[in-house]
């Protein structure tokens, strides 16, 4: 069966410093894969979303960048971390038109 | 204007209870609604997909108005296990797949 791994599940990080989330899924190929923030008390935003190696689309600009170096894994990076950037960051897969997603990180920046 | 939108409540309903909840999207294209349920700091998870004929599953039914672009979710016999956040989802069409999420609503069922 399908699943997907998404960790840290929590992380305190500060300002200025740099990130990595790691997102790999399995019993699958070539899935489309999503990056989502959720902040707090608001919807989850679409950040990135990917449908093979190396094909990286970004919807909103920001401090954010995505990257897939294997069809089963998923990336979210940002050099150096801003206080707006905590939230709720989920991984998703899309079978189909049903997103799964992953538990989650949730990050907060300090 | 938001491209889903939900009123963020919370409803506070006792239990037992019908309650509905409504969802507005912007974009006339869209192809594919869902209800999903997230429950306190965990994961979306899907509820049920919506289809204009209307489905239901169990004390769960789902409806889609494309003329006039709502989309509702009926709960009835509402239990204390149906307290959760509930997302309007959307997948718009064209530029690939992606599912716009809506902000929610927040059932609290109570004794």
């Known amino acids: 069966s399908q699943t997907i791994h998404q960790w840290p599940a929590t992380l305190v990080q500060p300002v200025g410093s740099p990130l990595s989330l790691e997102c790999t899924v399995e019993?699958?190929?070539?899935?489309?894969l999503y990056w989502y923030r959720q902040a707090a008390g608001r919807g989850l935003q679409l950040l990135f979303y990917?449908?093979?190696?190396?094909?990286i689309s970004s919807e909103v600009p920001q401090n954010l960048s995505a990257s897939r170096p294997q069809d089963r894994q998923f990336i979210l990076s940002s050099k150096k971390l801003l206080l707006s950037d905590s939230g709720f960051y989920l991984c998703?897969?899309?079978?189909?038109?049903?997103?799964?997603f992953g538990q989650g990180t949730r990050l907060t920046v300090v | 204007r938001k491209e889903v939108e939900q009123d963020p409540g919370p409803f506070n309903v006792p239990e037992g209870a019908t309650v509905a909840f409504n969802c507005t999207y912007s974009?006339?294209?869209?192809?594919?609604f869902f209800w999903y349920r997230q429950d306190c700091r965990k994961e979306p998870k899907l509820l049920m997909s919506?289809?204009?004929s209307g489905n239901e599953d169990g004390r769960f039914t789902a409806q889609l108005n494309r003329a006039s672009q709502y989309i509702s979710l009926l709960i009835r016999d509402s239990k204390l296990s149906d307290s959760a956040t509930y997302l309007c989802?959307?997948?718009?069409?064209?530029?690939?797949?992606?599912?716009?999420f809506g902000t929610g609503t927040q059932l609290k069922v109570e004794l």
């Open positions: 974009n006339s294209a869209s192809q594919s």
């Open positions: 919506v289809y204009s």
């Open positions: 998703a897969w899309l079978l189909t038109v049903e997103a799964f």
């Open positions: 019993g699958t190929s070539n899935p489309n």
């Open positions: 989802v959307v997948n718009r069409s064209g530029g690939g797949n992606k599912l716009t």
């Open positions: 990917s449908v093979g190696i190396g094909q």
